[in-house]
Nanobody, 122 residues
Framework: VQLQASGGGLVQAGGSLRLSCAAS????????VGWFRQAPGKEREFVAA???????YYTDSVKGRFTISRDNAKEPVYLQMNSLKPEDTAVYYC?????????????????WGQGTQVTVSS
């Protein structure tokens, strides 16, 4: 499945953004979807994942601030980001996999989007 991530931008600390991950060529039917981010000079890290059945998992640093959601196989997967902090600044990538549950490691994902920049100013 080909992925298209969008919705990034520049926001002040405390603000909100909603990222979208859309599938092209086919739907998200049967896929778990994850969001990862990569800050300059750092490794790509896990942010959140949602299983095909709707179970979610978050890294500790975003719990209570970010929400990953999906309505159905045809609609995008969203990452609602509230109470943003400067340390959330990164390129955000969405990824998809047929693996069961909420995979949290890069190697578990087969398809990746191109990334969208999120910059949070202090």
């Amino acid at each position: 499945v080909q992925l298209q991530a969008s919705g990034g931008g520049l926001v002040q600390a405390g603000g909100s953004l909603r990222l979208s991950c859309a599938a092209s060529g086919r739907t998200f039917s049967g896929y778990a979807v994850g969001w990862f981010r990569q800050a300059p000079g750092k490794e790509r890290e896990f942010v959140a994942a949602i299983s095909w059945r709707g179970s979610t998992y978050y890294t500790d640093s975003v719990k209570g601030r970010f929400t990953i959601s999906r309505d159905n196989a045809k609609e995008p997967v969203y990452l609602q980001m509230n109470s943003l902090k400067p340390e959330d600044t990164a390129v955000y990538y969405c990824a998809a996999t047929k693996r069961f549950g909420t995979p949290r490691f890069l190697y578990e994902y087969d398809s990746w989007g191109q990334g969208t920049q999120v910059t949070v100013s202090s």
